[in-house]
């Protein structure tokens, strides 16, 4: 192996090294292992709508800049693995949840809409580590439905009204993990959409927030 050759190698191993840990638990086997295989470790509970997009995205900002293995479970597809962590650890089940383990113990949680930038904060600098830089946090989760729904508005094949509607009701639904960028940008258009419940009769008139036209124009740019 030639000297750049070996360079390289090492870079992809340091850069393997730092990357951010991410692991599916699919069954309360896994979460054993897990939990064994890293002392200092957390699990997130993934629910069904946006609450979990929120919830990781305000997670991923913290993973960039600390060192912390992460087991996720999509609740409802790997449920006997997330009713393990709950019979584990006497923790109520919620969705999104985050609960951080030591030595295998729960040592904290929070829930829902309380997953935010003030709770995780002095936590994960009392006891996670932090990383010599910042990284990214990869998910299998794209953006995709979202372009193809604006680009139909776009080019006329829906009204306002019906792109503001299904966008929303995407939007609601939507339990990817998420970072906080993506989350950021998704949430522009219209906002939170659990004001939005009651149906589209509850939704404001799509051109409130200005030109709708030119938001969703810049919204597809800037998703790429």
Known sequence: MTQTAQTTAAQADAASAEAQVLVP???????????????????????????????????????????????FIRVVDWRPASNHVAELTGI???SPQFILFQGGQP????????????ALEPVF?????????????????????????????????LSEW????????????????????????LSRLFGDPDAYHGGLHQLGAPQERGDLKARVAALLSELG
């Open 162 to 185: 019906a792109f503001q509607d299904q966008y929303v009701n995407m939007f609601r639904d939507d339990a990817s993990l998420r970072s906080q960028r993506e989350f950021e940008l």
């Open 125 to 157: 600098t009392a006891h996670v580590p932090a990383r010599q830089g910042v990284v990214g946090v990869a998910t299998d989760d794209n953006v995709e439905p979202y372009r193809r729904l604006m680009r139909a508005y776009l080019e006329g094949s």
């Open 107 to 118: 040592q904290f949680e929070v829930n829902n809409w309380d997953i935010t930038p003030e």
């Open 92 to 94: 109520q089940h919620h």
């Open 25 to 71: 638990l699919t069954t309360p086997e896994d979460v054993d292992a897990f939990l064994k295989e890293y002392p200092l470790a957390a699990v997130f509970k993934a629910g069904t709508c946006h609450k979990t997009m929120q919830g990781f995205g305000v997670l991923e900002t913290f993973l960039q800049r600390h060192e912390l293995p992460v087991g």
